[in-house]
Every structure is written in structure tokens, then in C-alpha cells.
């Protein structure tokens, strides 16, 4: 899983969509934004026309994902289409801003949106976009406004009046108002607070192989590194020799790990999922364990591990006839023993003989009845943006039906008692 | 120096060059090479039209520069100046394929480039293309080029024979000789053997600050890790708080450190240069010290740090009316405190009254007479691969001037004392 999920090179960005009316501004407001000299502006190809995208590193903010949506009150069935896209980009935004004409506004067509974004937890905030006019009226008309949107969000979402056609001074404005919301965004910690600090020390296990690749370590414990780093806890890497480990004179390795982990008695043992079966039997009972699988999980269910956790429960009563959901982010090229349509299904079929297999690739989830099936497995979602991948993980979690993502399943199939011992420090 | 080094996006590859006569085949077997589905081709802009570079990942060679050059025998003006790239691009290759057809050569236009090869320590091997004809004819020919070339070289160069024109048997002939080739080549290895193995610990301190990227560490950072624990050393990555470690109230800082050095006790410890005052400091005589800046530097040379050195020695030694000419790969947008045009020769002149500044930009330094200085000093070489900035190094070695990177001379004009301690283990 890790190998996978650390193929997702984009970098991390924060993502800010512009949500409103025809005609309020949204573009505009996305010119201002992106006028400034930029180190990368790129239109991601395929994108439809009706959300456009632009990828920035914007001073101040950092690096960008800018989602410029269509009308939310555009009618008709092509309106209905594009009402899904710009659902869609709430749903994968950090900080959605309702960019509002305070002369054209109705609360009716932005309900569901201003709804899904506090549901989902976004910073939401609201840009009134002056065009010019009495300052006497736009003040009423804001005002009354202010209060519709209050009304629907039943809690107070900050706002901010430009006039975007004067770009310069938009920019000026918008950049540290987007600072502020960027500092509400709450990230997901990567590991629960109590383990690390000043006066604990992590150890994370990073087997090295031939196919590790040369020169650097992968994302996942790159961000380990950092994280703990950064709340000064002294971080021990540490390469375990899988095959010395598995074959008969495994002693001198199992010896060397325990003199390392006794001399430096780490807070927590983190490991890669390969070499759980070796942390898990050597590490004595006083060392908490969990692998970098575990904690990519609980960012990908959004801080939610217990989701996850319920969604092993499920797999662990499936019985004959039960159908199992496979949902895979993208439809790459399968190679031989590929994870989703051979390893699981082989494993899971023997482990629970009887049970159905049914596979969504893409977004095509959306077109399956989720209720009919008993759980649904989800890949590490390494071609995706992290948003992305919190964003199908909720609407699945949404929709009812117990969601596991694909390291927890096959640890589970491996060994119930290992991934009930890596899960133990979340809880 | 640290941040600007890892700037350098680019991955690690193998540069490999196809040098040869005019219709000798070095586009077919580039093309051979290439003709494989890839993940990545690109031609890079910018190239001039005589070296076509190729950057693809190839199966069983991982990512690599193909550089396709003009005809080493081509002759007037624009031959000539077709040669001096063929030379950039033998300089920065790993491995150079002469690629000739023994009905068609001349030992004369070759020598140059085969002693460069040589000189250089590229690892080179002929490709021998054979368009038709009798085999006996070719056998005789072939003779007497590898005799030829045997006399220039005078040592042993690999080849292979192929017929370039038939892609696929050349693909799946040339593919394993080069991936042989590129065994032969010898990285410089980023720490001294000593300090590395399972019984020796490394202590790498990364302070951490706002300007560092979040969710990630720099690349000489995880160079080192991934060094580090391909020898299975246990490696300890530890975050100096710089801002409390030179307030008054220091101690508690200080205290950490030394808690944590001595718990592990090192064989080495391995700073960012921004620290070393404080490790200098703190560190006690036993513990060996080093910085990242100096495992660079040691790369740049090719593993020559002593030429560094002798640079450094350069340095100490000038005097009023000596010249120092600053050099710099690139030549990107200056901010305020620019190192090349600022920092540098502010202090260095503090210290040094009366010495003169020169500046070479890009490649400008071929134009310069090297001898008029008494030391050149180049920069961190960001921008542009480890190759490229080795070749630029040598190149400035090769016409006698004394040589230091930025890192080694602003360590050296900070404290002559912690710059001795931080090249001790290297010697």
C-alpha cells in the first residue's frame, strides 16, 4: 500500500474553490488571485470547462489548487450537470468562498452547497463583489444577505467586500483574508499528540529492498519525519533486514532491534505494513506499534479511524452471498498480481468463501445502490490529492456503507491480531 | 547553501551520450533506446539542435539523460562549435557510448574525446554498428578500431556489436550492456565509510523553521537518510530549536541535545550548516561533527573535498589586489541578500581588504583567464544536475585556480575554527 500510495507525486496543496451565481464575479475574483507572478500556473488537462482549475504557488498561501466553478443557479439539464462538478469541487476543497452580487442573490440555489460545506467541515467564507452602485443600497442588500446565508449555516461565516474589477487592490485585500482561512483549515495530525514532544522519541521501521528507490525515502515517511520534527521529537530511522528477519538465523536481527528500541525507548514504533509481522512479533507488549498504513487511513477518513475500524468489523461477519464493493480511485494499468481485482478478491474469497466481488472504478461508485453491499474496500488512492481521497471516503461513509480502505483490509486478512495491535494507539 | 541546493527538482539519473562520427548510427541507437513505451519523454527546451537530449525512465536502467550528439568529425566553423558541446555533453555523461561503424573511422577526431572519457573517469564502451556487408570484412575492420582505440585509451573498453538499424534486437541487446555499464559507475558516497554500518548511529540535526516546507524534508536530508540506512545504521534525525538555543535562556536547549547525543552516542553527527555555531559549541571533542554543505561539496568534487580545502586555503591567503571570482550556474532572479552578488563579497571584502570581485554567469567562465585569480568560488549548483555541476568543478580544477564552493567559504569566513572541525571526519 505504501509503495502505491507514495507514487502520488503532486505536491500538497491547499484547495480553495470560488462558489456562486452567474455573472457574480467568481472569475474575476480567480483573475485577481492568479495575476501575480507565480512560480506555476498550469490549466490541468481534462479538466471540464465548466470547473476550471489552476494550480498555483501563491505568496503567502503557498502552493494551490484554485477550483473557478459554473453558476450554481445556471438551470436546465447542462445546469444540473454542472451543479454535480461544482459539488464535486466543494466536496475536495479546504476553503470554499460563496462569491455573491449582493443585488443577484437568492438563498434557494446555494442552500445545498453552504449545507455540504459546513457538513463536511470546509472553512467557508463569503466575498461580496461590489460593481459599483450606491453604498447605501449595497449595504442593505449585503445585509440581507448576510442574514439568508446566517439563516441556512446557523453559524457566522466570515466575509470580505471587494470590487473585482479592480484587480489590484482585490488581490491585496483577498490574499491575507485566504491566509486567515487557510490557519482555520485543521489538518489531520498524522499521529495522535501523546506520542510525540520533546521527551519522545519515534522509531520508524523503513525496510530498504532493491526496489526502494535510490536517493530518498517515500512520502510517507518523508511526512513522518516532519511532523514529528516538528513537535521536536527526535526521530529514529531504522532499516530492518526482512529476509535476515524471516529465515532460520533471524536472531542477530531480532537482537539488533531490540537493542536499538531498549536503548532508545521510543513513544511509538512506526513501521511499513511489510514488516508488520516481524515488528508485531518481536516488539515486547510495553512498545505501542501501528504502521504508516494506519496513520495514511486516518488522514484519508478525515481523523475518522473508527470508520475504518467499523468497516473491518464488517468484513470480519461477511458471510455467503454478502456482496464486498472494490473502489479504486483511477483505472491504471493492472499488472499481474494487481491489489484490487486479483489479491483481495483471492484473499477474501478464501478467507469467507461465498462471498461476491463487485469492482467501482473512477467515480462510477456513484452509479452503484451502496446499500446493497456489505462493505466497501477502498484503494490508498496514490494518483489523487489527498482532498480528492477524503472526499470519496465521506461520500461512501455518507451513504452507510462500513468503509475500510485496502492496507487495513489485507492486514486484517494477514493477521486480525497484528492490525488489532496497530490500531490500539489511535484509539 | 542547503535550501538553494534543494531546489534542484530534478531526480537523480544516469546521463548517457552516444559520441561518434557523422552517419554512424547515434540517433539510431538513441532511438532504439527510446523506442520503449516510457513514462516520461521530453525534449528538453532549450538544447541547441546539435545535442538532442532525451530524459526518459527506462526498464532496468531507471531514470535517465540520453544526450544524441552532433558528429565529432564534422569540420569548419560550425563543426567546431558543434565539437565544444559534444565536449559539455562527454563531460557530464556517466557513461559514453562511442558509437562507430568500422568502415568509417579515423583514430585523430576521436582522441580528444576518448582521453576526456578517460581523464574524466566516465565509463565508456564502443558500440560497433554494422549496416551489412560481409561479416568477414567487418571482422577485420572491427580489429583494428578496437586496436586503435586500444592505443589512445590504453586500457580496456567494453563493446558490442549491434545493427542499429533493426530496433528491437537492438533494444534488447543494448538495454543489459548498458545497465552493465552503469554498475561500473562509481557514485561518490555521501559519508565516509567509517561512520556508517549496524553498529553506528547517525545524528543528523534538522532545525526546523517556518521558511522550511511542511509535509516534507530537503533533499540533501533524505539523501543522507536513505544513505544511511542502506548500511543499516539507525539513524536519528533531531530538531535544534535555534531560536531558544541562542537566547540567553539556552540551557534547556543545550541540555536536550546533549541528553539525546549521549544517549545514542553517534558516530557521526551531521548538521544543517545554519547550526553550526551552536553545534560547534555543544558538542563535545569525543563526538565527530560534520555538515550537509560538506557532504555536498565532496560530491561537487567528485569526491576531491581535499581540492576544497586547498580552495579554502586560498581564501585564507588573499590579500589586497588579489582577484576572486565568484561563479554561478544560473543566472536567476536576484533577491535582496543574494549569497553570489551580496553576502559573499560583502564579507569576504570585511575581511579582506582590498581584494577584487569578478562574476562569471551560465558558462562564462569559460572567457575568463582562469589564472588571473587566486581563488574561484562557485555556487551550490541548484539548478542544475549533480553531473552537470561536477563537470563545471572539474573544469575549474583542470585550469589550476583553487576552487570552493559558497557553503565551504561562508563557513570558513564564519569561523575558520568550526569549518577545520567539519572537514576532519573527511580526511
Redesign the interface.
Known sequence: MLRRFAKAAD??RTHISMVGFMNAGKSSIMNAITQQPTSIVDDTPGTTADTKIALMEIHKL?PCKLLDTAGVDESGKLGNKKLVKTISAVKESDVVLFVIDPFNFRPEPFKNVIELAKRRGKVSAIIYNKFGGKTEDFNKKQADVANAIQRISNQPIPSITVSAINQKSTYDQIIPFIAGLKKQTKPVPLLPPKFVG?DKTLFLN?P?DIESP????I?PQ??M???A??K????????M?LKVGRSENSKPESD?YLK?VK??GPSLIVTDSQAIDLIHKWTPPEFPITTFSVAMANIQSGGKLNEFTRGIEAISKLKKGDKVLICEACNHDRIGDDIGTVQLPTKLKKVFPGVEIDWAFGRSYEDKKLTDYAVALHCGGCMISKQQMIARIQDLLESGVPVANYGLALSYLASPAALERVLKPWQ
Open positions: 505536491i500538497p503557498g520533546p523503513v530498504l535510490t536517493g530518498r525515502l512520502r518523508t511526512m519525519l516532519e511532523f520534527l516538528r521536536l521529537s527526535p526521530v529514529v530511522a531504522y532499516n533486514n539488533r536499538n536503548l532508545i
